[in-house]
């Protein structure tokens, strides 16, 4: 990893946002004695935001590569179809693991109160500046390049798989103010450098493979 990592991470809109999201997050933890666990719920939702930004993204692609990347044992197309039916795949995949996501958190930390509601929607605004800032410099070096049509895939779940285990089993650790701080903390940096690393990938994809031949989407 780049020694220039940690100083990306905290430039550009996308970083503000980020900072802004979790720290309004732990404010409103505190201020409303949420318990750790809760803070599955404005995470959900920024999980959310990351697949329907990835989707858009794969959507947006003109060139882009399919070594390697199968699909029931044949290679995916290097064309509209290929790329349209991964992104629905994806969202469909995505999109199921998300809804029984959503089952439980309404089971067993159902939102309560406007102030609850109120909160939530101000970090998902936060989350979607965030995803939307990180996705412009994503699909500008896509277009530059020639991505690979299941790298962009498999992406976002190592972006939101650590962030929900880790809450999800700290949150048996117990309550108190420590805790969310500690959790949002932790949350806060790896969301600053996943962040970052998403969209130097892309800028490095580019450099690397922006003379490469690819498809023009229709």
Request: net charge positive; charged share 15%; hydrophobic share 50%.
């Amino acid at each position: 990893m780049s020694s220039s990592l940690p100083a990306i991470a905290w430039r550009g809109p996308s970083a503000r946002h980020l900072v802004i999201a979790n720290a309004l997050t732990l404010v409103a933890a505190i201020a409303l004695d949420w318990s750790p666990a809760w803070l599955l719920w404005p995470y959900w939702i920024q999980s959310v935001v990351i697949g329907w930004y990835a989707r858009k993204r794969m959507l947006g692609l003109q060139r882009f590569s399919t070594q390697g990347f199968t699909s029931g044992g044949k290679p995916v197309p290097e064309d509209e179809s290929g790329k349209r039916s991964t992104a629905n795949f994806f969202a469909f995949h995505y999109g199921f693991f998300h809804a029984g996501y959503l089952l439980f958190l309404l089971d067993e930390h159902r939102v309560d109160g406007l102030w609850n509601w109120l909160i939530l929607l101000a970090c998902g605004a936060s989350f979607v500046l965030s995803q939307r800032a990180t996705y412009a410099v994503q699909h500008a070096a896509d277009l530059r390049g020639v991505p690979n049509l299941g790298a962009l895939m498999f992406t976002p779940y190592l972006r939101v798989l650590p962030m929900h285990l880790g809450i999800i089993f700290g949150a048996g650790a117990g309550d108190g103010t420590w805790l969310l701080v500690l959790f949002t903390g932790l949350k806060t940096a790896s969301d600053l450098a996943l962040d970052a690393i998403d969209r130097r990938w892309a800028e490095k994809n580019a450099a690397r493979t922006g003379g490469m031949p690819g498809i023009d989407a229709p």
